[in-house]
């Protein structure tokens, strides 16, 4: 079992920086991939970035690519979301999402994630 505590959403203008943190419980977080999803109003959830076990790997989302960028910290049971030059469209709730294990044919599927954190809002003004 995981539990997973978002952390770093906020208000921030357009061009502007945020990070997102997401912290895990559990003594076996070295062995999970993580993942973000963002679903934003009125819009169905969509695929934003994961980091496979080992952190060899990392996915964005052709929308995110070049500004977000995922990392993690197993020694501190953390993982990250590096948002940089936001847009007002990246206006969302942020998912941080844990599974066994990732591969090119699921990072991006939302139910291949067996955990979910309860989400943290980032709001980008124009």
């Known amino acids: 079992q995981v539990q997973l505590v978002e952390s770093g959403g906020g208000l921030v203008q357009a061009g502007g920086s945020l990070r997102l943190s997401c912290a895990a419980s559990?003594?076996?977080?070295?062995?999970?991939?993580m993942g973000w999803f963002r679903q934003a109003p009125g819009k169905e959830r969509e695929f934003v970035a994961a980091?496979?076990?080992?952190?060899?790997?990392?996915y964005h989302a052709d929308s995110v690519k070049g500004r977000f960028t995922i990392s993690r910290d197993d020694a501190k049971n953390t993982v990250y979301l590096q948002l940089n030059s936001v847009k007002p469209e990246d206006t969302a709730v942020y998912y941080c999402?844990?599974?066994?294990?990732?591969?090119?044919?699921?990072?991006?599927?939302?139910?291949?994630?067996?955990?979910w954190g309860q989400g943290t809002q980032v709001t980008v003004s124009s």
């Open positions: 999402v844990a599974t066994a294990w990732v591969t090119m044919a699921t990072f991006a599927i939302d139910s291949h994630y067996d955990y």
């Open positions: 980091i496979s076990e080992s952190g060899s790997s990392t």
């Open positions: 559990g003594r076996t977080f070295s062995s999970y991939a």
